[in-house]
Nanobody
Framework: QVQLIESGGGLVQAGGSLRLSCAAS????????VGWFRQAPGKEREFVAF????????YYADSVKGRFTISRDNAKNTMYLQMNSLMAEDTAVYYC?????????????????WGQGTQVTVSS
């Protein structure tokens, strides 16, 4: 079992930055791939970024590539999402997720554990 708790959301002006954190319970966090997803009002949950546990590969949605950076600190059982050059369309509830899988990581159904979400609002 893995429990995930996000933090770091808030209100920021367009062009600003935020760093989201996701603290995980469990001793085997290093063997889980982790990802970030987001859901805007009236829209489906969409993929943002992931890190594969097996080879450390990172991958980003085209909409955030070059602006967002996903990282993890296994010693602290924590993952991060650094978000720069934020735009109004980045406004959403952001969720972190974890899975023992190492493929298909852009899809929500591959993840077994989810955080409760943290709101990010970007004002234009």
């Amino acid at each position: 079992q893995v429990q995930l708790i996000e933090s770091g959301g808030g209100l920021v002006q367009a062009g600003g930055s935020l760093r989201l954190s996701c603290a995980a319970s469990g001793r085997t966090f290093s063997t889980y791939s982790v990802g970030w997803f987001r859901q805007a009002p009236g829209k489906e949950r969409e993929f943002v970024a992931f890190i594969s546990w097996r080879d450390g590969i990172t991958y980003y949605a085209d909409s955030v590539k070059g602006r967002f950076t996903i990282s993890r600190d296994n010693a602290k059982n924590t993952m991060y999402l650094q978000m720069n050059s934020l735009m109004a369309e980045d406004t959403a509830v952001y969720y972190c997720a974890a899975t023992a899988a190492s493929s298909g990581l852009a899809y929500t159904y591959r993840y077994d554990y989810w955080g409760q979400g943290t709101q990010v609002t970007v004002s234009s």
